[in-house]
């Protein structure tokens, strides 16, 4: 009995929560690598021009980052949320605006399609998107409608064989690729009666889908391309519907979780390299004849930065072993995950600006970018206010959440 408990002690006083098996732990060293060799060479660059590395990304999906939870039938690697979680962690330490575009791709609109579609959609789209052949993403937002969804001005009406989309979605990441090419397929949320939202698949070349603004002069996140997105008498095959109609809603809620924590995972790896940079800084930085980091305040930037990030990135991988991804009811968790980590990150920044002086605010030193990059996961995916809502809807509704 004795040696038992010992045994049962071990395993798990060894489990690693950020890399729990071989395969996470090899994904990690790879990752890894192609952050250090692939994507840190060219985030200032495509940043200040605000382009999209399209190169890059088919490399990610060459190396199969763009597919990591999708079905292995499908092109994908058939991992879990914790791999997701991986993933967009190692990108943002690096280059959030890219992950940001991989994230719209491979969460919001494949991961969404894997779970939502049906077999036929699965197995056209899927491979084309795993591959980096085709860039997707997800239309929800509008010039009036954001978090009310039900609110949708975008209409599908049937007729016969097709359904007529018309509308306007705007802030959509991957909408473009380029200041003229739209991506390459969306999954696009219709009204179709009041209040009843339906899914499509919304292809590029189909008659009166075209590129709008391209919002230019972002804050943050320029490496992705932001675009209002025209749909216009759009004819879209009833083949190309996502499930039923009036579906829609419960698919994005579906996919929110995933959505969600991976957005918060992006947080955490902001907040990582912030707190490496200052770290070395505070090193080399002498003032009145030591080094910086021995001087009080900059001790409680950098204390309260990693710890800030130390418990935002438990929470996170926490909650991400424990999602199934073709269910839902951790929303609570995900829903606790991202606002933490969200300004976790911002505030790790905003330190790491503040300890690094006039260099922190030059472009050199990579944390003036991640500060701009950071404020978008606190809008994005998500207000700050809708995660507090929906979390104070949970645990009125349910107390022994707060026990659990």
Not at 3 to 16: G, P
Not at 63 to 91: K, N, R, Y
Not at 121 to 127: C, D, K, S, W, Y
Not at 268 to 286: D, W
Request: hydrophobic share 40%; charged share 25%; proline share 3%.
């Amino acid at each position: 009995m004795g040696a038992a408990i010992d045994d049962l002690e071990s395993s798990w006083r060894d489990f690693d929560l950020f890399a729990p098996t071989p395969e996470h732990q090899l994904l990690g060293e790879t990752l890894r690598a192609f952050v250090d060799r692939e994507v840190e060479p060219q985030a200032a660059e495509y940043d200040r021009a605000e382009r999209f590395n399209h190169g890059l990304f088919r490399r990610a999906g060459e190396l199969g980052f763009l597919g990591v939870t999708l079905p292995e039938a499908h092109g994908g690697s058939g991992l879990d949320a914790v791999a997701a979680i991986q993933v967009f962690e190692a990108l943002s330490t690096s280059d959030p605006g890219f992950a940001l575009a991989v994230l719209a791709h491979s969460i919001l609109f494949a991961q969404n399609l894997a779970v939502n579609g049906n077999e036929e959609q699965r197995a056209r789209i899927l491979p084309k998107v795993a591959s980096g052949e085709w860039i997707g993403g997800l239309c929800m937002t509008e010039p009036g409608v954001g978090t009310d969804v039900l609110s949708l001005a975008t209409r599908a009406k049937r007729d016969g064989d097709v359904y007529v989309l018309d509308g306007i979605k705007t802030f959509i990441t991957n909408g473009g690729i380029d200041d003229e090419t739209l991506g390459d397929c969306f999954i696009v949320y219709a009204a179709t009666a009041p209040k009843k939202i339906s899914s499509f698949l919304v292809e590029k070349g189909m008659e009166g889908f075209r590129l709008g603004q391209l919002w230019k002069d972002k804050l943050g996140m320029r490496a992705s391309l932001t675009a209002e997105l025209v749909f216009d008498g759009v004819r879209v095959p009833v083949a190309n519907r996502i499930g039923e109609e009036g579906e829609g809603t419960l698919q994005m809620m579906r996919n929110l979780e995933i959505e969600r924590l991976t957005l918060a995972a992006m947080s955490t790896g902001i907040a990582q390299r912030c707190i490496e940079v200052m770290v070395a800084y505070s090193g080399e930085r002498k003032s009145f004849g030591v080094p910086i980091r021995e001087h009080g305040q900059i001790q409680r930037y950098l204390a309260e930065s990693f710890a800030e990030y130390r418990a935002a990135r438990c929470l996170v991988y926490d909650t991400a072993r424990r999602i199934d991804l073709a269910a839902t009811g951790q929303r609570h968790d995900a829903d606790a995950s991202k606002p933490f980590a969200s300004q976790a990150a911002k505030r790790a920044a905003d330190a790491a600006i503040q300890v690094l002086g006039g260099y922190g605010y030059m472009g050199e030193y990579v944390v003036e970018r991640l500060w701009r990059d950071a404020k978008l996961l606190e809008i994005g995916g998500g207000t700050l206010e809708a995660h507090h809502k929906n979390l104070t809807k949970d645990l009125a509704r349910n107390p022994a959440l707060t026990r659990a």
